[in-house]
């Protein structure tokens, strides 16, 4: 007998009828209090569409990572980016959002964490480290969060030390191996002055990926084969080995003033991201394999001898959970280091000073800086079509003040301040096969700033009427410095025959790219306005008007000069009308929303850009580009009830019409194209059911989500569709009558369901494959944790 299984024999022995005692008196449903208004307020209290989680949710529903906490809230989806992002962060809501992890552009959805701004992607996928709520705020943010919170923002708020010295020790082992060690504790150095609490997670797992080599398996192919017959497979992708940990201060210097330190680091050197082919075609340029096949090729097979031709099909592995990739170009002698890790540390400080009864001063303070590499098999085959490895080094420095105060029995205002400073470094080695290019990009250094003055007021017109009313000016600059070089270190030559033509230098057409700089700068304002109404204490109806902007930029992928483009920021005005309501009791909470968005300047990535740099330039491609305009409207429901003592049921459902208006014929999409990460619906369903035992407290959870299908691209093809998917997740936890101990076993991909996080086409641009990074299979999980 499996341990897991023991342990599950033993809590259901504990659920037995001779084991149960009298049952706890019916609860309600908790209040989470926000600061989404930059005031303290209640969840219900706020007109906004806001889904508030507490830690202690996030914790009963097994979320451990920033990609997990969109799985109950509507019209939000947040991903881990595919083989070509690295450790990133694909964020959308409401259709709004960003695929490409490049620092030059912007994301969509704003992440905050303890009011500091994660200004990219990269970094942005980590284990939810010792929480204590999280707020994500759907519609644009234009005046409460800034910058590219077009969409909305997420917004974490770790625990803060106290006086309570409390604290635990968590273990868990699971499938592929997995492991992990979590822990916290509080520390009181100085009595009623000066706390600290530490916290840390440990985790390892194996790769879901098996990577086997083609040429062991298949002797008959002519692929090489450097392993033993019956010991074909070479490693694994998709492993997680990393180690983070969190030290935060809390100073009470005087009665009036609070001062909060927290440094982080994060270690991870995980390896290559879950990658597997799933189609191809013909690449625009030839690709050789190391049996002196070619793979299918728009150049005519006469003018390169009539080579045999590889069926690229024989490299769609029926397990798909197996990659033939090999990180390798043969030709060239070049092996990537099998990489996805990220190096990070980050402190914030923030003061409150309380001036008076009626003013505050507070200032957010945020450093930050990581590396990160990591190597993309894209072709996920044993021939090189495309291999890319690259580095990003970014630094980020954030201030903001803010003054907050009230006048009379019904305002209350805040003024303030921000200023954001950032450099980053992208390097990388881009060996295109498909194209004929193997080169070196960078360092490209991209220096962004921003800085920004705010104003919102919360007025009581009358007991049940209040306005909320907000106004922010920005201004953006951006520069992006453009190097190019040979492998050899050597300088790219520019072209000296026609192309095509034999004798050319090595990636010529790149030449004129080296040592470019653009610059992109832009001044803006936002607005929010909203009338929230009271239909009695229990009820609360708001309407509402904003907007927001994604920041422009220049294209950071330009393969020739003439794809060297600047595009305009994405505009967004949300109309919005939407109720809250809870019963008196408050076993019963249901919030709604109904919006209508103007999208303006939309800002669409093209690997197919014929129609825009013409049939020369167009291929290769991956260019940022404002594609048009589009009308989206959409409902979304939330709702907790407690229909008796112990049972806790709670969903969501989201509904989202996007139709664009207007599409510049440069992008070559029709008018029914879809956004990318945007399902037309989906929703959520969770059951969780409470017994207080002799023999402690049993706490059975039942989650469900389901989403629509997506297209991973602007351009929706067939390839880059992915499929609609249902996700079902169980637990069951057992809490010691001390409430020291807690054991939770627990099973993620009930059904195990094949789903994919993301995919890549590059067929419509020549690229030759369709890529794809599946999420996990059917895992387990048992934790132990102690309670101190």
Known sequence: MQPQQRILLTLLACASPAALAQTEPLATLEKITVTAQFIKQEEQSTPLAITAVSGETLDTRGQTSTTDIAAQAPNVMLNPGGSYTGPALVAFIRGVGQTDSNPALEPGVGLYVDDVYYSTLTGSVFELLDLQRVEILRGPQGTLSGKNSVGGAIRLYTRRPDENRDGYVQASVGSFNASKLRGAANFTLIDDALYARLSGVLTRRDGYIDRYQFGCLFPESGFPSTSSEGNCKTGADGDTDS????????????????????????????????????????????????????????VPLELLGNPQVINPADFIADDPYRTYATYADPRVGYQQPLDRTLDSTGSSLQVSWLINDDLEFLAISGYRKYESSFAGDNDASPVPVMTLYQTNNHQQYSQELRLNGTAGEGVNWTLGGFYFDSQSEVTGRVNLGYAGFDFLHGPDRVDTSNYGLFANGIMSLTDNLTASLGLRY????????????????????????????????????????????????????????????????????????????????????????????????????????????????????????????????????????????????????????????????????????????????????????????????STGLPLNSRPAYTPQSSWSLGAQYDITTTRGNLRWRLDINATDHVYAEANNTASNRIDAYTLVNASIRWVSPDEVWVVTIERRNLTDELYYLSKLDTVPSGGGTVNGSPGLPRTYTLSARYQF
Do not use: M
């Not at 306005?529 to 930029?553: E, F, H, I, R």
């Not at 709604?592 to 020369?616: H, K, M, R, T, W």
């Open 474 to 665: 920005s201004n953006d600059k951006k520069t992006y410095n453009f190097r190019r070089q040979n492998v050899d270190l050597s300088p790219i030559e520019p072209c000296t025959a026609p192309l095509g033509a034999p004798g050319n230098p090595p990636n010529c057409l790149i030449a004129s790219l080296n040592g470019q700089q653009e610059t992109f700068a832009d001044k803006r304002i936002d607005y929010r306005a909203a009338l929230s109404y009271s239909l009695n204490p229990d009820v609360l109806t708001y309407a509402s008007v904003s907007t927001g902007y994604k920041g422009g930029g220049i294209n950071p992928r330009p393969y020739y000069d003439v794809q060297v483009i600047t595009f305009e920021p994405e505009e967004l005005t949300t109309y919005e009308v939407g109720i809250k309501a809870e019963t008196s009791d408050r076993r019963l909470r249901v919030n709604s929303a109904y919006f209508i968005n103007d999208y303006q300047a939309i800002q669409l990535a093209l690997n197919e850009c014929s129609a825009l740099f013409g049939p020369v330039y167009g291929f290769p491609c991956l260019a940022t580009t404002n594609a048009g305009k589009a009308d989206v409207s959409g409902i979304e429901v939330e709702f907790d009830w407690l229909p008796v003592s112990g049972l806790l049921l709670e969903g969501s459902y989201s509904y989202l019409d996007f139709a664009f208006t207007e599409l510049n014929a």
């Open 243 to 298: 180690t983070a940990l969190r030290l935060a201060l809390r100073w009470f210097t005087t009665d009036a003033v609070e001062v909060n330190f927290a440094v982080d680091h994060t270690n991870d050197n995980s390896n290559t991201t879950p990658n597997t082919l799933l189609g191809y075609g013909p690449t625009l340029a030839p690709v050789f394999a190391e049996n002196g096949a070619v793979w299918p090729t728009l």
